[in-house]
């Protein structure tokens, strides 16, 4: 994005979704560690030093993912952005072929549902493909009172029920995963959104990954769904329920 050769996060949103899904938490005796630890990254920088992007950018990170699959041996696309209306209708078409194509040619695909609510149909439009995984946030502990309830700015789905989405939620509020401004005595931060939750899904088709490699996309994606915990809350809240990574892997 800035046109700069070697690595660099002058946002920090990067470098905290790559900890949430494999830092291995050394800073902290393994505290903070996330969720698949060890896992391989290849990263695709989207977004400036704001958190701001365009789709010339995400269609251009989308696509590296597909095209080297087979160099890297990728398995997961993690997109961890959301995204609002785009005017340049055949621009978003595009963007949404490519995710798409990363579905078809076997990725696993988890997206953000964005931070949008808690309005219906505000599920960032990445995140209604219909094979890709949408992930909301839910954090119950940070409304007292409502056990079940999912953070108010997590994307919810359409409300006539045309697409039932998102698919999952996981934790996103008060994060505490990589630091990019590292010092001493800060190697860790806290940070909100449903781009922290989708890391935890990507992580959990890792290691289901690992334990059962034979498995296509689309079994990952129905292990995920059907073992998910039920939290009591409408589809376009929850979808299938809350992430468990346990009974996931467990079959």
Request: glycine share 14%; hydrophobic share 35%; aromatic share 6%.
């Amino acid at each position: 994005v800035g046109g700069q050769k070697q690595p660099y996060d002058d946002s920090g949103h990067g470098t905290h979704v790559a900890g949430c899904l494999c830092g291995n938490g050394k800073c902290s005796n393994g505290l903070y560690a996330g969720i698949a630890p060890g896992c391989r990254l290849v990263v695709c920088k989207v977004l400036d030093e704001r958190g701001d992007g365009n789709v010339a950018a995400m269609i251009e990170g989308i696509r590296y993912v597909p095209d080297t699959r087979r160099i890297y041996h990728t398995r997961i696309l993690n997109i961890s952005v959301g995204i609002g209306s785009i005017r340049e209708a055949a621009l978003e078409q595009e963007l949404l072929s490519w995710i798409a194509k990363a579905w078809n040619a076997g990725l696993f695909v988890a997206v953000a549902a964005g931070n949008n609510g808690p309005a219906p149909d505000s599920v960032s439009a990445m995140g209604l493909q219909a094979h890709v995984v949408s992930v909301g946030c839910h954090d119950g502990r940070q409304t007292p009172g409502h056990k079940n309830a999912c953070a108010a700015y997590s994307g919810r789905g359409p409300a006539n029920g045309r697409v039932k989405k998102p698919d999952l939620v996981a934790p996103g509020s008060g994060i505490v995963s990589c630091n990019a401004w590292y010092r001493k005595n800060h190697p860790y931060t806290a940070k909100n959104g449903t781009s922290m939750a989708v890391p935890a899904v990507s992580a959990a088709a890792a290691l289901l990954w690992e334990k059962e490699p034979h498995l296509t996309n689309e079994q990952v994606r129905e292990r995920l769904l059907y073992h998910a915990q039920d939290l009591g809350e409408n589809w376009g809240m929850q979808g299938w329920g809350m992430l468990h990574v346990g009974r996931t892997l467990k079959g």
